[in-house]
């Protein structure tokens, strides 16, 4: 979570430079899911890579594709919108601010998961 919100915060201050000059700014989206996964390098001999694999990192995925629903009704024009599964924030140890997006179904699911979005901090 403080890796989301730092890579928010750099977004915002980097866009600054592009906004002051009349280019578009960077817009991103962040998908926050908490699971067991395989990483390492994985492939047949000659065609390995080393990547992350597992029923977690497609949920992180699918709320990172959740969000472009999200950026487009958004008004504020928010340079990154960060989407949070429930299992990740029943996991929290600190208090982190978020808002409730409600229950969501995520496509290759079968039962919808509660979406928050993680909220600028109002301490920078």
Do not use: C, W
Not at 22 to 41: E, F, I
Not at 47 to 64: F, K
Request: hydrophobic share 40%; aromatic share 2%; no cysteine.
């Amino acid at each position: 979570m403080r890796a989301a919100a730092a890579i928010t915060t750099a977004i915002e201050i980097d866009n600054k430079r592009p906004l002051a000059s009349g280019d578009q700014p960077v817009h991103l989206r962040v998908g926050v899911h908490s699971g067991t996964v395989t990483v390492g390098n994985i492939g047949a001999p000659g065609r390995i890579n080393y990547t992350i694999i597992g029923d977690a990192v497609n949920i992180g995925q699918r709320l990172e594709q959740l969000g472009k629903k999200f950026m487009a009704s958004n008004a504020s024009d928010a340079a990154a919108l960060v989407l949070v599964s429930q299992a990740t924030v029943a996991q929290l140890k600190t208090p982190v601010p978020l808002e409730s997006l409600g229950d969501h179904q995520l496509r290759g699911r079968d039962q919808t998961i509660e979406v928050f979005q993680l909220l600028p901090s109002t301490t920078s």
